[in-house]
Nanobody, 129 residues
Framework: QVQLVESGGGSVQAGGSLRLSCTVS????????VGWFRQAPGKERERVAS????????EYVDSVKGRFTISQDNAANTVYLQMDSLEPEDAAVYYC??????????????????????WGQGTQVTVSS
């Protein structure tokens, strides 16, 4: 089964930047989509961004638009999440995940978290004010 490994988390001050990496154990175009999710203490997990690894079409939750950028490096089988202008509200454990059963001809990624069945172990992001 495909495996996803996150890295790049850490502690920054508000206004700072971090880049998260999600390295996939197989060709990222074969898994069709990679989503970045986050979960803060006491809050539900939410999708932050996603990218269709064959067609692009990045999507973002409104709260990170203009600050976060999702991208991919096909040669490295890695999807990145560049996070700029970080705010204390961005502090959370960040996970990358891939869907199972998503159709190859669809140009976007699933919005339902239930479709994402393969998850990384998570990486902690701390933002101090």
């Amino acid at each position: 089964q495909v495996q996803l490994v996150e890295s790049g988390g850490g502690s920054v001050q508000a206004g700072g930047s971090l880049r998260l990496s999600c390295t996939v154990s197989e060709n990222i175009k074969d898994i069709l989509c990679v989503g970045w999710f986050r979960q803060a203490p006491g809050k539900e997990r939410e999708r932050v961004a996603s990218i269709n690894t064959r067609y692009g079409n990045p999507e973002y939750v409104d709260s990170v638009k203009g600050r976060f950028t999702i991208s991919q490096d096909n040669a490295a089988n890695t999807v990145y999440l560049q996070m700029d202008s970080l705010e204390p509200e961005d502090a959370a454990v960040y996970y990358c995940a891939a869907p199972v059963g998503w159709q190859a001809g669809v140009g976007w990624c699933p919005s339902s978290m239930n479709v994402y069945k393969v998850w990384g172990q998570g990486t902690q992001v701390t933002v101090s004010s």
